[in-house]
Antibody, heavy 119, light 106 residues
Framework: EVRLVETGGGLIHPGGSLRLSCAVS????????MTWVRQAPGKGLQWVSI???????YYEESVKGRFTISRDKSENTLVLQMNNLRVDDTAVYFCARGDYSEEGYFDPWGQGTQVTVSS | DIQMTQSPSTLSASVGDRVTITCRASQTMSTWLAWYQQRPGKPPKLLIY???ILKSGVPSRFSGSASGTEFTLTISSLQPDDFATYYC?????????FGGGTKVEI
């Protein structure tokens, strides 16, 4: 069974750092397209970052230079390192698996982890 | 960036109704579009990809279509399980973008 479980969220002050993890089972994180998507309270979905099986990465403009997506192959985990956090980064962060053709749609998704940036 | 304008933002309907949700893209993007369903407190679930291909296991009352830059999700006969928020997502260009969502409520 394919499963994704996000951890690492929490309450952090502006300017702080957090490391989100997405532990996957049922497939190999290094062999698949993977993404992070966030959802601010009461708002819609916003794409954050993506990593292809061959290693290319892309970011939403507002997180470029602050967030880094990577894979921990030994732990079969997707990681999002978030630095210099801002209040508007507050959201539930979901990880999701991309389609086998790496076209850019996602299924399944994890349950999400809450990140709250506040002073 | 490709802007996805989704309408309506809220839709009131009853069980058995035929429901149509529209996403309009700000530029041409072939059929690189997915539809997701999200229930409160839950992650999104993929319904349709490549504008009209139903994900395996999704009920056949869901369908998708495309005409130029306009994309449509149709639920042929609304069921109690279908009251949720629906999002479109384009995957033609980075940044990937989502529509603003359509909440289907009673």
């Amino acid at each position: 069974e394919v499963r994704l479980v996000e951890t690492g969220g929490g309450l952090i002050h502006p300017g702080g750092s957090l490391r989100l993890s997405c532990a996957v089972s049922g497939f190999t994180v290094s062999g698949d397209l993977m993404t992070w998507v966030r959802q601010a309270p009461g708002k819609g979905l916003q794409w954050v970052s993506i990593i292809y099986s061959h290693g290319s990465t892309y970011y939403e403009e507002s997180v470029k230079g602050r967030f880094t997506i990577s894979r921990d192959k030994s732990e079969n985990t997707l990681v999002l390192q978030m630095n210099n956090l801002r209040v508007d980064d507050t959201a539930v962060y979901f990880c999701a698996r991309g389609d086998y053709s790496e076209e850019g749609y996602f299924d399944p998704w994890g349950q999400g982890t809450q990140v709250t940036v506040s002073s | 960036d490709i802007q996805m304008t989704q309408s309506p933002s809220t839709l009131s309907a009853s069980v058995g109704d035929r429901v149509t949700i529209t996403c309009r893209a700000s530029q041409t993007m072939s059929t690189w579009l997915a539809w997701y369903q999200q229930r409160p407190g839950k992650p999104p679930k993929l319904l349709i990809y490549k504008a009209s291909i139903l994900k395996s296991g999704v009920p056949s009352r869901f369908s998708g279509s495309a005409s130029g830059t306009e994309f449509t999700l149709t639920i042929s006969s609304l069921q109690p399980d279908d009251f949720a928020t629906y999002y479109c997502q384009q995957y033609h260009l980075f940044p990937l973008t989502f529509g603003g969502g359509t909440k289907v409520e009673i």
